[in-house]
């Protein structure tokens, strides 16, 4: 199974503040990598897919990079709305496995 | 519009049996791959289960060979069997659907049923 590991695990940033999240494989899959966000008591949402494509709707402050085993999102100037939890995903093979989740707190 | 919406989430004492469904709307379950996700109070996301469009099945080693995914194409509707079930069961489940266009992606979520194993 492939496992990812997302650093950090926790995050205090200030709006207007440029992020980056981190989220390593343990084995390498070209760019299967997802970007989810998740608010308390909703259902996630997907941001970033195949690593680096932004998906229809979000905000273009938003973006992702990476290939092989190592990926990034990154959020340019945070927003109010930005405070969340962010999960990465591997969609190469089953079983399909997320990291534990960045949250995103208000500094 | 395109959405999935969950039901059949309730109390179970541990050893029982408890069938999920994910109605959709706005596309076809047959289609797609489709997949459930759940979420334990407090913690993160695991992976459960994925159907394929041609029906192949798998399962994290956590449920496999207790949990049973399954959709019905005159309904729509993605389904979730879960046997002999057990404290560490109680999560949120979610559904999602796996765009055909985006690597294998979650892109439709559906909001989520509770499931609470316990005596």
């Known amino acids: 199974d492939i496992q990812m590991t997302q650093s950090p695990s926790s995050l205090s940033a200030s709006v207007g503040d440029r992020v980056t999240i981190t989220c390593r494989a343990s084995?390498?899959?070209?760019?299967?990598l997802n970007w989810y966000q998740q608010k308390p008591g909703k259902a996630p949402k997907l941001l970033i897919y195949?690593?680096?494509s932004l998906q229809s709707g979000v905000p273009s402050r938003f973006s992702g990079s990476g290939s092989g085993t190592d990926f990034t999102l990154t959020i340019s100037s945070l927003q109010p709305e930005d405070f969340a939890t962010y999960y990465c995903?591997?969609?190469?093979?089953?079983?399909?496995?997320f990291g534990q989740g960045t949250k995103l707190e208000i500094k | 519009e395109v959405q999935l919406v969950e039901s059949g989430g309730g109390l179970v004492q541990p050893g029982g049996s408890l069938r999920l469904s994910c109605a959709a709307s706005g596309f076809t379950v047959s289609n797609n791959y489709m997949t459930w996700v759940r979420q334990a109070p407090g913690k993160g996301l695991e992976w459960v289960s994925i159907?394929?469009?041609?029906?192949?099945?798998y399962y994290a080693d956590s449920v496999k060979d207790r949990f049973t995914i399954s959709r019905d194409n005159s309904k729509n509707t993605l389904y979730l069997q879960m046997n002999s079930l057990r404290a560490e069961d109680t999560a949120v489940y979610y559904c999602?659907?796996?765009?055909?266009?985006?690597?294998?992606?979650?892109?439709?979520w559906g909001q989520g049923t509770m499931v609470t194993v316990s005596s």
């Open positions: 084995q390498s899959f070209s760019n299967y």
């Open positions: 995903q591997q969609s190469y093979s089953a079983p399909r496995t």
């Open positions: 195949a690593a680096s």
């Open positions: 159907i394929y469009s041609g029906g192949s099945t």
């Open positions: 999602a659907r796996v765009a055909g266009d985006s690597r294998g992606a979650f892109d439709i």
